[in-house]
């Protein structure tokens, strides 16, 4: 597990990082949420700073304890992209979220590729549909399309 598990962590944090991009002020992300670093919302305030270092520790910190959480809600046997794939589509939408999800439910019913896929349910932001490229979101597509590619290179069925 402790292998899985680390080379799993290796390529999520830099795909979350290149996924969420950089800032290191506050800011409202397109839903509104106040977001800083690689993503980061928890306990972030409008003003808040952040160093390159300081982001970067973040950011290892939350994806780890992300994905220990989605390895929790994984009963099926899965490889490093998969639970890599599956952290960076929690670290997006919120680990209930992913609790609650078809990908979930498809991953651990032993279908991996219909998980993989069910991923690509999840396209809107802020109630928008991000499919929509005016509504200013299409990143989130680009971005579920990675994820997808990713579990879908580490599926064992």
């Avoid at 409008?46 to 270092?53: F, L, N, S, V, Y």
């Avoid at 992300?66 to 670290?91: G, H, N, R």
């Avoid at 991953?107 to 998980?115: C, V």
């Amino acid at each position: 597990m402790a292998a899985m598990f680390g080379a799993a962590l290796l390529i999520a944090v830099p795909f979350i990082t290149s996924k969420e991009g950089e800032r290191l002020r506050a800011y409202q992300d397109v839903a509104g949420v106040w977001t800083i670093c690689h993503g980061e919302t928890l306990g972030v305030k409008p003003g808040d700073r952040k160093t390159k270092a300081e982001c970067d520790t973040m950011t290892k910190n939350r994806t780890y304890q992300f994905m220990s959480q989605v390895y929790t809600a994984i009963k099926a046997d899965v490889s490093p992209e998969v639970l890599a794939a599956c952290t960076s589509f929690a670290y997006n939408i919120g680990i209930n979220g992913f609790r609650s999800s078809t990908a979930l439910k498809q991953i651990n019913a032993g279908n991996g590729s219909a998980g993989c896929r069910a991923m690509m349910n999840w396209y809107t932001a802020g109630g928008k549909d991000c499919r929509i490229k005016k509504n200013g979101c299409s990143g989130l597509i680009t971005r579920r399309k990675a994820e997808v590619d990713l579990c879908l290179k580490g599926v064992i069925n």
